[in-house]
């Protein structure tokens, strides 16, 4: 499950807490003053208390004992060294955390420094309330700058960590001195953690040894020094030195700690003290302190090691170093915080870069290469987004490290939809890609508007904005402008595949999906997957993947649809895309509406709808609620239309035009009165939503309302044009489904025009070709039958809602546009074995050849036959060499082209094999095949590779 980097932060649990039954009952009382009634004046600061006392004494273990205990929600913020340039990423980070709203901080975004300010202060005051804000470690000028901007929050109590106690008389705070333990209690403390029973000077052999109560002195009342001692009269293990002169207690209690560490622990120790912030940290943090110029090393026994001697102290699943011991390790064992700091850079940029690389399939430059911190997915980061954040506000110079690792976090704050860090990280380096992945948040949210204008394309002339701007255009339902922007990028034969290619085929693909271009759409599609595949690019494959259901949901393929979807959602999950895992649900609950399990489909509606309402995704939810109010049609008339009503305004707010066409083509068909009859005011109104779909240029819901438009007026010749239209789109895009529903509005307006009676359906159906897969022929046969039985009055004839949501077409090649009836010979790939019994580790020839048919032009004798590429990727333990080869179409093994194949594991092996124009790069078909591989001892078994065709192609 990925963490939610919206959740607050909750308070650490330090385990069992001991003593400060005092401090707890005054924090507890203060608590009460913020349910109390604001004075007259009104404006005031926050209540505040401020727990101040030395390094160690347990200040924040106290203030999360009381979170605990009084169960106020709690928002834990860590500012262990914060600066002023830390306030305003912190008070940004409290408004998301407190559920803020995302649409009002990314348009404050554009305005000037003063608005912005206003704006943030309005929305702290509207969101933060009624809560506890625990400000850990903090330095009085940082508390005194973040409450300025929450003094007008009700009910929000403020409680502060604090080794200052002074400073804080102009906000009003309450101070709460938390003292060292006195000798009974230190002395408790220590036999508790070391015996589980309190200290007893008779029957213990603690009490008569002289060793213990030293130690217990020597923590001089501090808990962190204090369990130190407990572990050695735990182990009764007695020092093995004496007390050095001067030396102090606390340095003596962590000098013997120290002595039992090994070199790795005690190494870790002094990088964890020379950090230039105190702040808890993660494994993660302690593996690159332990390698910083190799690979990062499996440190969980080093930790253990420093745990179990409580040199270290864990919080569920942070590490803190306690402030005493790294004093004491600074003073013993001096480190270079410029090293360690250089170190913390050097490891986040290339976690940053390595994640975006994930996520947007950018190359990392030749520096990347070697030693990288592998395993570390966008999911695992969310811990450490404050962490990197504070890199840059606590830089004291902007440089090419700074920079990568602001280009590098934008895109993970974009994707995790952290509006409110990526609005602070914008603020602190404007950089471009920053700027970027900004407006696609923006556009996320619906937004449109905003997304331009931070964006602007007509400035910015590069590949990103070509493709960025498509998906704009996309978004806003302007197809047409789509294409046109993408044609600059896609119809330059000159330029080479790459990230950008293969994201504006993805928007190529999804743009001719809407237009109900199946055969166009799963092409663009699969050059795409290639290219992401390639590049390594895990959320473009997602992402792909899932518009690639969308295409098999519209020509009715559901099987394929569904595994699309799962493959989808694994990708999208392992690099943390919660917008795209919420589409890919959308695309479960349609599948779930198809396959007729209403129940089903009604849980998984109410699921996704709340998921991308949570995520800000209002295009996202208005699409969902379309396709519950279509299948509503048939069971909740009164709903559907509430639905429709409700998805019209979503689409409007979030400037989608190709939803809201949509919305109010399935409205103006809806019945007019109770006795469900269609008035002409009704069928007028088709007449917009038509020149809608046409300025758009959406050729599928052109059509189809140029055919209720037919269909719902009394028979006519003057209609006769009209379906000659609609009857010339749906050919266009090859769709059966919509020509043979044309065939029937046309069959039923002669029939009246000429007075014959009523026709079969079987006779309708005879001129298709019968080898295009129609979805549930029985069902489209019964409502023919009852669109013809339905006539006779204005608007009486009724096509379905569901027949618009299906294109059929024929799954031939994807180098020509299937029509109906257009068939052909067809290119066939083989795959060939040429080396016997493959096993482990060892390689295996296979040849792939593509034999044209007879009759193909491409197997004509002395046809010029084009350079084909083949692209090989391997779907399991295994490699294969070359990555890409040229052949041409032929038969014979000497224009084919041969791979090795190193299995390195047993069992079944998949390959994928990729077919494209060499000169054009245009993907002409994938296909798979599976190859068995045995144990070097056994023999026979062996199973024949056999391509698999890809996409039911």
Same mark, same amino acid.
């Given at each position: $499950?990925?963490?939610? @980097?919206?959740?607050?932060?909750?308070?650490?649990?330090?385990?069992?807490?001991?003593?400060? =039954?005092?401090?707890?009952?005054?924090?507890?009382?203060?608590?009460?003053?913020?349910?109390?009634?604001?004075?007259?004046?009104?404006?005031?600061?926050?209540?505040?208390?401020?727990?101040? &006392?030395?390094?160690?004494?347990?200040?924040?273990?106290?203030?999360?004992?009381?979170?605990?205990?009084?169960?106020?929600?709690?928002?834990?913020?860590?500012?262990?060294?914060?600066?002023?340039?830390?306030?305003?990423?912190?008070?940004? /980070?409290?408004?998301?955390?407190?559920?803020?709203?995302?649409?009002?901080?990314?348009?404050?975004?554009?305005?000037?420094?003063?608005?912005?300010?206003?704006?943030?202060?309005?929305?702290?005051?509207?969101?933060?309330?009624?809560?506890?804000?625990?400000?850990?470690?903090?330095?009085?000028?940082?508390?005194?700058?973040?409450?300025?901007?929450?003094?007008?929050?009700?009910?929000?109590?403020?409680?502060?960590?604090?080794?200052?106690?002074?400073?804080?008389?102009?906000?009003?705070?309450?101070?709460?001195?938390?003292?060292?333990?006195?000798?009974?209690?230190?002395?408790?403390?220590?036999?508790?953690?070391?015996?589980?029973?309190?200290?007893?000077?008779?029957?213990?052999?603690?009490?008569?040894?002289?060793?213990?109560?030293?130690?217990?002195?020597?923590?001089?009342?501090?808990?962190?020094?204090?369990?130190?001692?407990?572990?050695?009269?735990?182990?009764?293990?007695?020092?093995?030195?004496?007390?050095?002169?001067?030396?102090?207690?606390?340095?003596?209690?962590?000098?013997?700690?120290?002595?039992?560490?090994?070199?790795?622990?005690?190494?870790?120790?002094?990088?964890?003290?020379?950090?230039?912030?105190?702040?808890?940290?993660?494994?993660?943090?302690?593996?690159?302190?332990?390698?910083?110029?190799?690979?990062?090393?499996?440190?969980? %026994?080093?930790?253990?090691?420093?745990?179990?001697?409580?040199?270290?102290?864990?919080?569920?699943?942070?590490?803190?170093?306690?402030?005493?011991?790294?004093?004491?390790?600074?003073?013993?064992? @001096?480190?270079?915080?410029?090293?360690?700091?250089?170190?913390?850079?050097?490891?986040?940029?290339?976690?940053?870069?390595?994640?975006?690389?994930?996520?947007?399939?950018?190359?990392?430059?030749?520096?990347?290469?070697?030693?990288?911190?592998?395993?570390?997915?966008?999911?695992?980061?969310?811990?450490?987004?404050?962490?990197?954040?504070?890199?840059?506000?606590?830089?004291?110079?902007?440089?090419?490290?700074? *920079?990568?690792? =602001?280009?590098?976090?934008?895109?993970?704050?974009?994707?995790?939809?952290?509006?409110?860090?990526?609005?602070?990280?914008?603020?602190?380096?404007?950089?471009?890609?920053?700027?970027?992945?900004?407006?696609?948040?923006?556009?996320?949210?619906?937004?449109?508007?905003?997304?331009?204008?931070?964006?602007?394309?007509?400035?910015?002339?590069?590949?990103?904005?070509?493709?960025?701007?498509?998906?704009?255009?996309?978004?806003?339902? /302007?197809?047409?402008?789509?294409? +046109?922007?993408?044609?600059?990028?896609?119809?330059?034969?000159?330029?080479?595949?790459?990230?950008?290619?293969?994201?504006?085929?993805?928007?190529?693909?999804?743009? /001719?999906?809407?237009?109900?271009?199946?055969?166009?759409?799963?092409?663009?599609?699969?050059?795409?997957? =290639?290219?992401?595949?390639?590049?390594?690019?895990?959320?473009?494959?997602?992402?792909?993947?899932?518009? %690639?259901?969308?295409?098999?949901?519209?020509?009715?393929?559901?099987?394929?649809?569904? +595994?699309?979807?799962?493959?989808?959602?694994?990708?999208?999950?392992?690099?943390?895309?919660?917008?795209?895992?919420?589409?890919?649900?959308?695309?479960?609950?349609?599948?779930?509406?198809?396959?007729?399990?209403?129940?089903?489909?009604?849980?998984?509606?109410?699921?996704?709808? =709340?998921?991308?309402?949570?995520?800000?995704?209002?295009?996202?939810?208005?699409?969902?609620?379309?396709?519950?109010?279509?299948?509503?049609?048939?069971?909740?008339?009164?709903?559907?239309?509430?639905?429709?009503?409700?998805?019209?305004?979503?689409?409007?707010?979030?400037?989608?035009?190709?939803?809201?066409?949509?919305?109010?083509?399935?409205?103006?068909?809806?019945?007019?009165?109770?006795?469900?009859?269609?008035?002409?005011?009704?069928?007028?109104?088709?007449?917009?939503?038509?020149?809608?779909?046409?300025?758009? &240029?959406? @050729?599928?819901?052109?059509?189809?309302?140029?055919?209720?438009?037919?269909?719902?007026?009394?028979?006519?010749?003057?209609?006769?044009?009209?379906?000659? %239209?609609?009857?010339?789109?749906?050919?266009?895009?090859?769709?059966?489904?919509?020509?043979?529903?044309?065939?029937?509005?046309?069959?039923?307006?002669?029939?009246?025009?000429?007075?014959?009676?009523?026709? $079969?359906?079987?006779?309708?159906?005879?001129?298709?070709?019968?080898?295009?897969?129609?979805?549930?022929?029985?069902?489209? $046969?019964? *409502?023919?039958?009852?669109?013809?039985?339905?006539?006779?009055?204005?608007?009486?004839?009724?096509?379905?809602?569901?027949?618009?949501?299906?294109?059929?077409?024929?799954?031939?090649?994807?180098?020509?546009?299937?029509?109906?009836?257009?068939?052909?010979?067809?290119?066939?790939?083989?795959?060939?074995?040429?080396?016997?019994?493959?096993?482990?580790?060892?390689?295996?020839?296979?040849?792939?050849?593509?034999?044209?048919? *007879?009759?193909?032009?491409?197997?004509?004798?002395?046809?010029?036959?084009?350079?084909?590429?083949?692209?090989?990727?391997?779907?399991?333990?295994?490699?294969?060499?070359?990555? %890409?080869?040229?052949?041409?179409?032929?038969?014979?093994?000497?224009?084919?082209?041969?791979?090795?194949?190193?299995?390195?594991?047993?069992?079944? !092996?998949?390959?994928?094999?990729?077919?494209?124009?060499?000169?054009?790069?245009?993907?002409?078909?994938?296909?798979?095949?599976?190859?068995?591989?045995?144990?070097?001892?056994?023999? &026979?078994?062996?199973?024949?590779?056999?391509?698999?065709? !890809?996409? &039911?192609?």
């Amino acid at each position: $499950m990925v963490k939610d @980097p919206r959740d607050p932060t909750p308070p650490p649990t330090f385990g069992e807490f001991f003593g400060r =039954a005092d401090e707890l009952a005054r924090i507890g009382t203060w608590l009460k003053l913020r349910t109390a009634p604001p004075p007259p004046s009104g404006r005031i600061f926050p209540t505040l208390m401020v727990l101040h &006392g030395p390094a160690g004494v347990g200040k924040s273990a106290l203030a999360a004992q009381a979170a605990h205990r009084y169960a106020v929600p709690t928002h834990w913020i860590s500012l262990c060294d914060a600066t002023l340039a830390d306030v305003e990423p912190t008070l940004l /980070r409290m408004l998301g955390e407190s559920g803020g709203s995302r649409a009002a901080i990314v348009g404050a975004a554009l305005r000037d420094d003063r608005a912005f300010r206003r704006t943030l202060r309005n929305e702290l005051t509207r969101q933060l309330r009624d809560r506890l804000v625990v400000l850990d470690t903090a330095a009085p000028p940082v508390v005194r700058a973040l409450l300025t901007y929450l003094r007008d929050c009700r009910g929000l109590a403020v409680l502060v960590t604090s080794r200052h106690g002074s400073g804080w008389r102009r906000v009003g705070a309450r101070l709460l001195a938390v003292d060292p333990l006195g000798p009974e209690a230190s002395r408790d403390l220590v036999a508790w953690m070391a015996t589980g029973a309190p200290w007893t000077d008779r029957g213990t052999w603690y009490a008569t040894a002289s060793w213990p109560a030293s130690l217990v002195n020597a923590a001089q009342g501090l808990p962190a020094l204090a369990r130190i001692a407990s572990v050695f009269i735990r182990r009764r293990m007695a020092p093995r030195s004496e007390p050095r002169p001067g030396e102090s207690g606390p340095g003596r209690l962590v000098r013997l700690a120290l002595e039992d560490c090994t070199t790795d622990q005690r190494a870790l120790l002094r990088r964890l003290a020379a950090r230039t912030s105190g702040a808890p940290f993660t494994s993660r943090t302690a593996e690159l302190l332990c390698s910083p110029d190799g690979d990062p090393s499996d440190v969980r %026994s080093v930790l253990s090691g420093l745990l179990a001697k409580e040199l270290v102290q864990r919080w569920d699943g942070i590490y803190c170093l306690p402030q005493p011991v790294a004093d004491v390790v600074r003073a013993t064992e @001096p480190g270079s915080s410029a090293e360690v700091e250089t170190v913390t850079a050097r490891w986040a940029e290339r976690t940053l870069q390595g994640a975006a690389a994930a996520l947007d399939g950018r190359t990392l430059p030749e520096r990347h290469v070697g030693p990288a911190p592998e395993g570390l997915d966008p999911r695992e980061l969310v811990p450490h987004l404050d962490e990197f954040l504070s890199l840059l506000t606590n830089s004291a110079h902007r440089g090419r490290r700074e *920079d990568a690792i =602001a280009d590098g976090l934008a895109p993970l704050l974009a994707v995790l939809g952290d509006a409110h860090r990526l609005v602070a990280l914008h603020r602190l380096w404007p950089l471009l890609s920053v700027r970027r992945a900004l407006s696609s948040l923006a556009a996320d949210l619906g937004l449109l508007d905003q997304a331009g204008a931070l964006y602007d394309t007509d400035k910015w002339s590069n590949p990103d904005a070509v493709h960025h701007t498509a998906a704009l255009c996309h978004r806003s339902g /302007r197809l047409s402008d789509a294409l +046109r922007v993408l044609d600059g990028l896609l119809g330059d034969d000159t330029r080479p595949d790459d990230r950008h290619t293969a994201w504006a085929l993805l928007v190529l693909g999804a743009v /001719r999906c809407d237009q109900g271009e199946v055969v166009e759409a799963e092409r663009a599609l699969l050059r795409a997957a =290639a290219l992401h595949r390639a590049s390594g690019c895990r959320r473009g494959l997602g992402w792909t993947l899932l518009h %690639s259901a969308r295409v098999c949901l519209l020509s009715g393929r559901d099987t394929e649809a569904g +595994r699309l979807l799962d493959e989808a959602d694994a990708l999208l999950l392992s690099v943390a895309d919660t917008r795209g895992g919420n589409w890919v649900m959308t695309g479960r609950f349609r599948l779930a509406l198809r396959r007729g399990r209403p129940e089903t489909a009604d849980e998984l509606g109410r699921q996704v709808h =709340a998921q991308h309402q949570r995520a800000g995704d209002v295009r996202g939810a208005a699409w969902t609620i379309l396709y519950r109010a279509v299948a509503d049609l048939e069971r909740d008339l009164h709903g559907a239309r509430g639905s429709l009503a409700h998805a019209a305004q979503l689409f409007r707010e979030c400037g989608d035009g190709l939803g809201s066409a949509w919305a109010e083509h399935r409205t103006v068909l809806l019945p007019s009165a109770r006795d469900e009859s269609h008035s002409a005011p009704v069928l007028v109104s088709l007449g917009p939503v038509w020149a809608r779909f046409g300025e758009m &240029g959406c @050729p599928l819901g052109t059509a189809w309302t140029e055919l209720e438009m037919v269909a719902r007026r009394r028979p006519s010749r003057l209609n006769l044009p009209l379906l000659d %239209s609609a009857e010339g789109r749906f050919r266009a895009l090859g769709d059966v489904y919509g020509l043979v529903w044309t065939a029937a509005v046309r069959a039923a307006t002669l029939d009246h025009l000429r007075g014959d009676g009523p026709r $079969m359906v079987g006779s309708l159906l005879a001129p298709f070709p019968h080898d295009i897969p129609i979805p549930d022929p029985q069902r489209l $046969m019964r *409502d023919i039958t009852r669109f013809w039985e339905a006539g006779g009055m204005l608007g009486g004839r009724t096509i379905p809602s569901h027949a618009r949501d299906t294109v059929a077409v024929r799954h031939t090649g994807p180098w020509f546009v299937d029509v109906p009836g257009r068939t052909g010979p067809h290119c066939r790939v083989r795959v060939t074995l040429l080396d016997d019994t493959p096993a482990e580790d060892t390689t295996a020839r296979l040849l792939l050849r593509v034999s044209p048919e *007879d009759g193909h032009p491409w197997g004509a004798s002395g046809a010029d036959r084009p350079w084909l590429t083949v692209t090989a990727a391997p779907l399991t333990p295994a490699s294969v060499d070359p990555a %890409s080869a040229l052949l041409r179409p032929s038969e014979q093994a000497v224009h084919g082209a041969e791979f090795t194949f190193t299995a390195h594991r047993t069992g079944t !092996h998949r390959i994928r094999f990729t077919i494209a124009l060499e000169r054009t790069g245009t993907v002409l078909q994938q296909v798979e095949t599976e190859l068995d591989i045995l144990d070097h001892d056994e023999h &026979g078994g062996l199973s024949s590779p056999e391509a698999v065709t !890809h996409r &039911g192609r």
